[in-house]
C-alpha cells in the first residue's frame, strides 16, 4: 500500500532528501584545548591549611544538612530553609578551599 504523501516504504529516497545521519559524531570545531599542566606540588603548611579551614567547612555544611532535614521533619520550614541556605553556602565554601581559595575564614 503506497502512500502519494510518503511513498512507499521501501522506497529509495531522492538524491535532494535529507542525508543519512552519520555513525561518528563530528569533530569539533575550533583548534584543540591544551591540557594545564600540574602546579607545583603543595607544601605541608598548606595541605594543612586546606584540612582544617575545608574540613571545618564541610562540617558545617553536614550540620546544615542535618538540621534542616530536622527543621522539615518537625513542619519547621523556615527553619528547614535557612538550614538548607546554610549548608549549601558552607558547602561552596569548603569546595572552594579544597580548590586552592585564599581567603579564608573559621569561626569557633
Not at 2 to 27: L, Q, T
Request: proline share 14%; aromatic share 10%; net charge positive.
Amino acid at each position: 500500500m503506497s502512500d502519494s504523501v510518503h511513498g512507499s516504504p521501501d522506497a529509495r529516497p531522492e538524491p535532494g532528501g535529507v542525508p543519512p545521519v552519520p555513525s561518528v559524531p563530528p569533530m569539533p570545531v575550533g583548534p584543540p584545548v591544551p591540557d594545564r599542566a600540574p602546579g607545583p606540588p603543595l607544601g605541608a603548611r598548606e595541605s594543612l591549611s586546606r584540612a582544617v579551614f575545608g574540613g571545618f567547612w564541610c562540617l558545617v555544611a553536614v550540620a546544615g544538612v542535618v538540621a534542616g532535614m530536622k527543621g522539615l521533619r518537625d513542619g519547621d520550614f523556615g527553619g528547614f530553609l535557612l538550614s538548607a541556605l546554610v549548608a549549601a553556602a558552607s558547602g561552596c565554601y569548603a569546595r572552594y578551599i579544597f580548590r586552592g581559595g585564599r581567603f579564608r575564614i573559621l569561626f569557633w
